[in-house]
Each structure stands twice: as structure tokens, then as C-alpha cells.
């Protein structure tokens, strides 16, 4: 169950990257399970990735080959995660690399592998390797929304994000997508995401400027306090547009590029919030007033992952103790209560260390039943502002992920 509009927006192609996608029977037959995204010679790209230990076999490839040659095709299976394997689990991601390297006559440095889906399970690479000539046979650039629903595992729709801007008299164009519905706690990413531009962008401004919006967007948002093992989101540029190369973060042309790339990135984020395993409810946790940024997120997400809090949202209970408790616990040193005020969006719910005079039932309850609202903690302490999004957990979460495997 999903919140809000299942629509998909119009994708716009990216000059010089083309995608195909086909059915290799990873898990289930009949169905796309396998990308393939060709990037232009010339073009650059970046990725930020799990910080999981047991980060699976792929991520630690994609790292290897980022660092050893120019990125010309990214492989994404779905339905297998190719992770705690050991070298067999290499060698499987390995043994897909040079498929698409021998029929596409590249390097295995340049094919970077992407897998998502179940633990702990061989991934067939003989049926990824066999798939491989048909999907360099049907590449096209108008096929990202195929590619977004051949990467889906439990996501029940397509994510996506399309714009084309203007920047110093240039047309540029950020197109993406993602996938995302449970093991979701930013420590990177939290998913896949896969997002190109045909803009010119130096190497190492391409990496600062996707780290900076990841950790706005990807890594604010938490279904289940669970970070995956398989999690990456990357970013190509192809070069295929007029405007002049950026290298300069601090230019005008970089600071629009990355209002552009911050709001693809905040989108695709909210979108797999929006797709959260058994959601039913959007949950934007706002803190404000905290010394610093560790202090924001620290009350944030003691909130947004708290169990008792986020079945009071999908039971419609302003049960407001639950979120008090929660910033409570958060570990703040020296916490002063009676400076702290909590609002369920316009309804103030708590002010000087307990219950809001204004306060009444009827209103919290009121806020709790849309389908999306925000969790506003003011803690009057400093000046620093963070937020994040979650959702709430109901029973169909606890179905999804207890059935996951059968």
C-alpha cells in the first residue's frame, strides 16, 4: 500500500546514456529483473554507498572499478542481493562484469554491478551472463521507466524524477530513479538510485555535489532503523550539453546544478518513503533549535524510529507521551524541558515541560488521520535545523517482511 497519487512522471532522456532492461529469471521467471545503463565515453560518475560491514559483493566491486577506469555500463539485478556470500559472491558479481565487457567490448574496470533483494543467496550469474547480449541488443534512451520497475523488489510502484532547467542559456536535464521499500535507515543511501545529467561535470565536484545532496535527502529518511547491505546511489553526467564544464562548487552555474540535483535527490527519497513497506502515512520529523546537527538527528530519529511513536501514527492516536518520551530519551545532555514546545503540524501539543494549555484531543487527532503531516520539535537550544521522513508501521509491515522469503 502506497501513499499518495500512483503516478509516474514524463522522463525526459539524457544525450549519450541509454538503458534496457530483460527478464534473466533471478527469482522469478517472466519477470524484468536485469538493467543495463550504457554511459557515453567522455562522461563522468560517482556513487556513495552502504557503510554496512557486510556491504555486499557488488558495492565492494563498484568501489574497485570507480577508482580504476571511466564507468561505461552499470548492471542492476534485481530479486538477489548478492550479499554474505564470501568470495563466491565476488566471483558471481565478477563473472557478470565480464560479460557485459566481452560483448561490449569494454574493461571489466568499466562495468560496475548493482543487486538487490534477498540475503544470503547465490546469485545465478549464468542466467545474468546468457541475458547480457539482449540487453545490449535493445538499448534505448527512452527507457527509464522500464528500468525503474525492472529494479523494484517489494516496492509496489516505479520512482521517478525528471527536469530540465535552464543554466547560463543552456538547457540541462537531471533524470533518475529509485527503489526503496524496506531496510531503510540512511547510512548512505538506503536503496538504489540511479541518476544522470547532461551536464559537464568535473570527477571530484560530481562527488561533493552528491554527497551534499544525499545527506539532505537519502540519508534523512528511515522506514524500520534497518540499513542494508547493498545500498549505493550513483550519478553520471554525460557531457552532452552546451553548457561549459563545471568544476567550481562555489560558481553559479554549480550552485543551480545543485538545487536541481537536491530536489531529484529529496524527491526520489520521499518516494520511497511514500512506497515504505506496509505505509500508510508520510511523517515529516522537523527538529528545530538544536547546538548542532548531531543534536538534531539525534532527537529526530529516536522520534522517527521510535516503535511506540510510529504505531500511534497508523492507529491515528495522538498519543502524545510517546513522542515527549522519545525526545527524552534522545541523549541530549543538560536537557531542559520547559524550553522544549512539540507540535503535531499547527497544533502546539507540548510547551513548558508538559501538556500544551491550548491543547485538545480532537486536534491532535485531527492531524493524525491525514495521510501525511508533520512532527515539529523546537528544542531552544541553538540554531541548528534538520529533518527527515518516516512512516509509520502497521500491520502489513510486519506480513511483508515475515513472508518475505516465501
Not at 533471478?26 to 563522468?44: F, M, R
Not at 565476488?90 to 568499466?110: F, K, L
Not at 548542532?292 to 529516536?302: H, K, M, N, P, R
Request: proline share 3%; aromatic share 6%; hydrophobic share 40%.
Amino acid at each position: 500500500m502506497a501513499i499518495g497519487l500512483d503516478s509516474f512522471p514524463q522522463m525526459f532522456p539524457i544525450k549519450g546514456v541509454r538503458l534496457a532492461t530483460a527478464c534473466a529469471g533471478v527469482k522469478y521467471k517472466n519477470h524484468p529483473d536485469l538493467t543495463l545503463i550504457e554511459v557515453p565515453i567522455g562522461a563522468t560518475c560517482t556513487g556513495v554507498f552502504t557503510k554496512n560491514a557486510f556491504c555486499a559483493a557488488p558495492v565492494t566491486i563498484c568501489k574497485q572499478h570507480l577508482r580504476g577506469a571511466d564507468t561505461r555500463y552499470l548492471l542492476i539485478n534485481s530479486g538477489n542481493a548478492n550479499a554474505g556470500l564470501g568470495q563466491s559472491g565476488i566471483d558471481a558479481a565478477i563473472q557478470c562484469c565480464d560479460a557485459v565487457a566481452a560483448h561490449s567490448g569494454t574493461q571489466r574496470a568499466q562495468v560496475l554491478p548493482f543487486s538487490t533483494g534477498v540475503i544470503g543467496e547465490q546469485l545465478p550469474a549464468g542466467k545474468v551472463v546468457s541475458t547480457v547480449p539482449e540487453l545490449l541488443g535493445n538499448l534505448s534512451d527512452s527507457a527509464w521507466e522500464y528500468a525503474a520497475r525492472a529494479i523494484m523488489t517489494t516496492d509496489t510502484r516505479p520512482k521517478g524524477f525528471s527536469e530540465n532547467i535552464v543554466i547560463d542559456g543552456c538547457p540541462v536535464t537531471v533524470t533518475g530513479i529509485s527503489k526503496g521499500a524496506g531496510m531503510i535507515k540512511p547510512d548512505m543511501a538506503t536503496m538504489l538510485a540511479f541518476i544522470a545529467t547532461d551536464a559537464k561535470i568535473e570527477s571530484s565536484t560530481l562527488n561533493s555535489m552528491l554527497l551534499k545532496a544525499a545527506n539532505k535527502s537519502f540519508n534523512r529518511i528511515t522506514i524500520d532503523g534497518d540499513t542494508s547491505t547493498n545500498d549505493a546511489c550513483m550519478l553520471i553526467a554525460s557531457g552532452q550539453t552546451n553548457l561549459s564544464l563545471i568544476s567550481d562548487v562555489n560558481s553559479s552555474n554549480a550552485k543551480q546544478f545543485q538545487n536541481l540535483l537536491d530536489r531529484a535527490c529529496e524527491h526520489l527519497a520521499v518516494e520511497i518513503i511514500r512506497d515504505g513497506e506496509g505505509a500508510t502515512k508520510l511523517v515529516e520529523v522537523v527538529v528545530e533549535g538544536a547546538q548542532d546537527q548531531s543534536e538534531a538527528l539525534g532527537v529526530g530519529y529516536t522520534v522517527a524510529e521510535s516503535p511506540l511513536v510510529k504505531t500511534a501514527i497508523f492507529a491515528s492516536d495522538p498519543n502524545w507521551g510517546r513522542i515527549l518520551a522519545a525526545v527524552g530519551r534522545s541523549g541530549i545532555s543538560n536537557l531542559d524541558i520547559n524550553g522544549i514546545s512539540i507540535y503535531l503540524d499547527q497544533v502546539c501539543i507540548v510547551e513548558n515541560g508538559g501538556r500544551a494549555e491550548s491543547y485538545r484531543e480532537e486536534l491532535g487527532a485531527a492531524v493524525m488521520a491525514k495521510e501525511a503531516f508533520t512532527i515539529l520539535i523546537r528544542l531552544g537550544r541553538g540554531e541548528h535545523i534538520e529533518k527527515l521522513w518516516t512512516t509509520d508501521l502497521s500491520y502489513d509491515y510486519v506480513r511483508i517482511n515475515a513472508e518475505y522469503r516465501t
